[in-house]
């Protein structure tokens, strides 16, 4: 039987994971030596690699000595925490990295936390140690109080730990050791790494916990050998969440070395394969013996916390850009998410519209980005928490919400964060001049927050959050304060006007954009929507203006981008999306009834 071990690497976001499994791959000399390999290369998709940041959780196999080690890259950004949820199921160990500069962030011990609860020993690695400001020693004190605070057992807490700087190639159990190669580190996990439990004399059972397809052989479920063999040519029991059996036989069975994929005839239990030949496998399901089917537990993960309403293009310029634009196109598509996408949930609405439901803002404006880029067109509402009844309670989701600001903006972070409902749990002044407040906040008081914190801090704060859990409501949280200018007309904005509008704000508009009654044009610098008109052109009575047309200088406008639209809208508003523009407008285009809704707000107040 070959010597396989199972590692997931997990971290909070940025700190260095998938620059690490680059040079796992790379030292172990499982590229070719004239193989060009990219800079983060397990980031393969076209965001992941726009972004820097890892979406989905990827699997790669390097041999080391007499050992194949599979390893999991998975994403740090909290929207994601699903994926490295299933993921740690799969696997024998974790590496957690923890950047030495940063130390424990939200993240950390979201992930950290789910790891110790699946019984998981982590090899520590404290990386980024070359980073100018990076304390190893504190960064290790935090890890540790984090594990105690986790509860982790005696043979947790007794933890390898390694410093690294995964970029530079080195990891080393001393600092004061030679910086040379990632030996240290290939040794820890062999050493500290379980093998895998289960054997190959067992009947056959396996997991799948990532899909994906190939134009010639369709449908791929990524699988965990936890018992016995599977063949290709071999007749197997899909076994479904759903209690379902379908048979079907292996028509292709796919390995892994480094970054490509091979296909092998034979895999058994411990190790890490694709499959083929499954039409109906989902995420989440068994792959069982014929004769003896004992399914694995179904997979769970943390439920929605967020949920935005998806709805058909029903403005004035609707259709004119987009290529699939009805609500069965939509519905299709959001339907084929979710297959995938185990943290995410869909929900008719009729009315041609969907409620689509995930961690944050990021994850679903990453499904409305790769919507608008397959061609799509739609409307998003403004995200809403989804909040629970619990014994007669209602509950909201609650996260941990680290800012680290420079000494001097952290007043207005207190106070701002206290009219959002935050409760600060700790603040600690940081050796670079800069402090770390730590707060528990309601989901609902983090939407919109962002734009707000950059501005207030002067782009300098740094704010991080993750999941908490569900506590009872809190009542009215603040939200966005400045009004929208409103365009009153259709047609094509004129610079003319936009110049003389921009003392009232900021514009989103260029000149000879399309605009629409009902579209919002810009922020207003005070509260309370102001219907404008980009329109108008420059007034003939005005002689003396004559051959000073330069002089019409336009500030640039602000940039609307699908998140940051998101951040910004209000319950009236509505997102218009394209492949081509995002507009931000009122949920109703007509004035007269924007005027009495206004009104009759007002006067319930
Ligand atoms: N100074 C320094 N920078 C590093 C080191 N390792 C990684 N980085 C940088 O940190 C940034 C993030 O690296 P990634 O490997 O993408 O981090 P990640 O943990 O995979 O990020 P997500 O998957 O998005 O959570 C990149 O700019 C890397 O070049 C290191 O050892 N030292
Ligand atoms: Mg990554």
Known sequence: MQKIKNIAVIAHVDHGKTTLVDQLLQQSGTFEAHQEVQERAMDSNEIEMERGITILSKNTAIT???????????????????????V????????????????VMPQTKFVLKKAIAFGLIPVVVINKIDKEGSDPDRVMDEVFDLLVALDANEDQLDFPVLYAAARDGYAKYEMEDENKDMVPLFDAIIE????????????????????????????????????????????????????????????????????????????????????AGFSDIDVGDSVCDKSNPVALDPMHVEEPTLSVIMSVNNGPLAGQEGKHVTSNKISERLEKEMETNIAMRMEPMGDASFKVSGRGELQIGILAENMRREGFEFMLARPEVVTKEENGVKME??????VDVPEEFQGVAIEKLGKRKANMTSLIPMPDGTVRLEFEIPARGLIGFRNEFLTDTKGEGIMNHSYLEYRPYSGTVQSRTPGALVSMDNGEAVAFSIFNL??????????????????????????????????????L?????????????????????????????????LIEITPISVRIRKKSLDPVVRKRAARDKKNSK
């Open 88 to 103: 740690l199921k799969m696997v024998d160990g974790v590496l957690l990295l923890v950047d030495a500069q940063e130390g």
């Open 541 to 573: 009575t005005n002689m003396r203006t004559s051959g000073t047309d330069e002089a019409v200088k336009l500030v640039t406008p602000r940039k609307i981008t699908l998140e940051s639209a998101m951040e910004w809208i209000e319950d009236d508003e």
């Open 502 to 539: 921009q003392a009232r704000g900021v514009m989103f508009i260029n000149p000879q954009d399309k605009v629409y009654s009902g579209m919002v044009i810009g922020e207003s610098s005070r509260p309370g929507d102001l219907d404008v008109n980009p329109l108008k052109g420059k007034a």
């Open 64 to 86: 080391y000595g007499d050992h194949k080690i599979n390893i999991i890259d998975t994403p740090g950004h909290a929207d994601f925490g699903g994926e490295v949820e299933r």
């Open 397 to 402: 989701p609650f996260e941990h919400l680290v």
């Open 192 to 275: 500290h790494v379980p093998y895998p439990k289960g054997s190959p004399d067992n009947d056959t059972q396996a997991q799948v916990f990532t899909l994906d397809s190939d134009n010639f052989v369709g449908r791929i479920g990524i699988t965990r050998i936890f018992n016995g063999k599977i063949k290709k040519g071999d007749e197997y029991l899909l076994v479904k969440a759903s209690g379902e059996k379908i048979k079907s036989r292996v028509s292709k069975l796919i390995g892994f070395k480094g970054l490509e994929r091979i296909d092998i005839t034979e895999a058994e239990a411990g190790d890490i394969v694709a499959i």
